[in-house]
C-alpha cells in the first residue's frame, strides 16, 4: 500500500465520494491518501478509481429508499430482500432516480437539488460527476430516471409530496460521452408519476400514475393509470408521432393481492418486456405483462396486474427502483434430456 501526496487548489466542480474508502487526511493545500484514492484533486474525467459492476446476469433488482438514501436488493423469483447499506450510499445524502446502464455495468441516478449525476458499484460505492442542461433548463430535483440499453439516461422532476407534478421536459444524458450533456425532449402537461422504465422491446417509457399524500393529505386524485412515453419518433401509416408523446395505455386492475392507487416511487422492467411497479407504502410489487404490445387507448381499458411479492415500504416518499432490463424474472427452463432407445413390435 503506497502512501502518496499532492498539492493542489480544491474546486467544488468536482465530486468523488466512496462509502468504502481508506481514510483519508485532507488539509487546505494538500491531500495525503492512503491506498491510492486521491479526493478531489482530479476532475471526474481524469479519476482512475474503477468500481466493481453488477452483474446483469444475477436477475437481482434494486430499490433505493429514504433520506439519507440507502440500498436493498430484490430476488423477484425468491421473493426475497437484503438491505446492503445503512446510513446512506452517501451520508445525509437525498438520491433518486436511478437506473441500470447495461454499457457500463453500474447504477446510475442523480443527487436531489444538485447537477450531479452518482454512479453506484457493485460494492455499494458512489461517484458524483456534473451534467450540464442547455441554457435556460435548470431542473435539479429529479425524481423519475432510468437508462436505455443504449447508454441514455432519462430524466424528469414527477411528481412531488407537495403535490407537484412536472413531465414536460425530459432530459436525455448520454453516459457514453463526457462531459456528460443533457439534450431536451417535450412532453404534454403534467403527470403525477414517480418512476419509469425503458422496455427491452421498444426502447419507450413506461409509467404508471402516482397518487401522493403529502402529511396525511392526498395531494391528487387516486388512479392506476399505465402510460408510455416515446423516446423516439414514431411513423404509422405516414403519421408521424414525436419523441416524448405520452400515450395513455389504460388502467392497472387485479392481482392476487390486489393492486391499490399508491405512490409508485420504483418501477423496472424483465428481458421479457413485462413491468414491475413497487407502491410506496407497503412495499407490494405487482407485474404487468408486455406493455410494449398495449396501443395507445384511454384509461377506460382494463389491464391485468399479477401480485409478485412484497419488498421493503419506504419509511419515506423517497423511493425508487433500478434492474437490468436484460435479466430474467421467471424460472429457467428444467434441462431435458433425450436418450435413444430401439422400438420393439409388439407381437401379432
Not at 467544488?12 to 487526511?25: Q, R
Request: proline residues 5%; contains cysteine.
Amino acid at each position: 500500500m503506497q502512501l502518496f501526496s499532492r498539492d493542489f487548489r480544491y474546486t467544488a466542480k468536482y465530486n468523488f465520494i466512496t462509502k468504502n474508502t481508506n481514510p483519508l487526511l485532507v488539509s487546505a493545500k494538500r491531500v495525503v491518501c492512503w491506498g491510492g484514492l486521491l479526493l478531489g484533486a482530479l476532475p471526474m474525467a481524469a479519476q482512475t478509481s474503477p468500481q466493481p459492476t453488477f452483474a446483469c446476469s444475477n436477475g437481482k433488482s434494486y430499490l433505493f429508499q429514504n433520506t439519507p438514501t440507502d440500498a436493498y436488493e430484490i430476488d423477484l423469483l425468491a421473493g426475497t430482500t437484503a438491505r446492503k447499506t445503512t446510513g446512506g450510499l452517501i451520508a445525509q445524502t437525498n438520491m433518486n432516480a436511478f437506473g441500470y446502464n447495461q454499457k457500463d455495468g453500474y447504477i446510475w441516478g442523480q443527487i436531489n437539488g444538485q447537477s450531479k449525476l452518482v454512479r453506484v458499484g457493485s460494492d455499494y460505492s458512489a461517484q458524483a460527476f456534473d451534467f450540464t442542461a442547455p441554457s435556460g433548463y435548470t431542473e435539479t430535483g429529479f425524481v423519475v430516471g432510468d437508462v436505455s440499453g443504449s447508454g441514455t439516461m432519462y430524466l424528469t422532476r414527477g411528481g412531488s409530496a407537495a403535490g407537484g407534478n412536472s413531465t414536460t421536459v425530459i432530459y436525455a444524458v448520454d453516459l457514453t460521452k463526457t462531459p456528460y450533456t443533457a439534450t431536451i425532449l417535450t412532453s404534454q402537461g403534467g403527470t403525477y408519476v414517480n418512476d419509469w422504465a425503458v422496455s427491452p422491446i421498444d426502447g419507450n417509457l413506461y409509467t404508471i400514475y402516482s397518487t401522493i399524500t403529502n402529511g396525511g393529505v392526498q395531494a391528487n386524485p387516486a388512479k392506476l393509470t399505465l402510460y408510455r412515453f416515446l423516446t423516439s419518433a414514431r411513423t404509422v401509416n405516414g403519421v408521424t408521432t414525436p419523441a416524448g408523446t405520452r400515450e395513455t395505455l389504460g388502467t392497472v386492475a387485479g392481482g392476487a393481492t390486489p393492486i391499490t392507487a399508491s405512490n409508485f416511487g420504483a418501477v423496472f422492467m424483465d428481458s421479457d418486456g413485462s413491468f414491475y411497479v413497487v407502491a410506496n407504502a407497503t412495499g407490494n410489487i405487482h407485474s404487468i405483462k408486455r406493455p410494449d404490445l398495449l396501443p395507445a387507448s384511454d384509461e377506460t381499458t382494463s389491464i391485468a396486474a399479477t401480485f409478485i411479492t412484497t419488498g421493503p415500504a419506504a419509511t419515506t416518499n423517497n423511493n425508487d427502483g433500478a434492474r437490468c432490463a436484460l435479466s430474467r424474472v421467471s424460472a429457467a427452463p428444467l434441462p431435458v434430456t433425450l436418450t435413444s432407445f430401439t422400438a420393439t413390435p409388439a407381437p401379432t
